[in-house]
């Protein structure tokens, strides 16, 4: 895996310091745990403008990453379309190196 940001995942999943699936994310976003989303490219468009939308109710980063089977295959779990990342550090180091990949 020469993905950075796919390695980082997979760190945040052994500390711990990630949730996935829909339902458990939004339940942590919900509960103000989460400090970064990340949603997979090949999301159906109805979870994505649900999961933007209660980012920018609740003022929650959000980068839409990779495809689900690359991201569930870097956190170890099967078939993960959405992720959320509750410790900052990881959050931040993610954002840093997304907006390096795609120059923003």
């Known amino acids: 895996m020469n993905d950075k940001i796919l390695s980082l ?3 945040a999943q052994k500390s711990r310091s990630l949730f996935s699936g829909e339902n458990t994310v939004k339940l942590y976003i919900k509960k103000n745990r989460i400090k970064l989303v990340i949603i ?3 999301t159906s468009q109805n979870s994505k403008e649900d999961f933007i939308n209660l980012c920018n109710l609740k003022n929650i980063p959000y980068i839409i990453y990779s495809s689900r089977d690359e991201l569930s295959k870097a956190i170890g779990k099967y078939n993960r379309a959405i992720l959320g990342i509750k410790d ?3 959050a931040e180091k993610i954002l840093e190196l997304y907006k390096a990949k795609f120059d923003m």
């Open 9 to 11: 995942l997979g760190f």
């Open 40 to 42: 997979a490219e090949d």
């Open 88 to 90: 900052s550090n990881f």
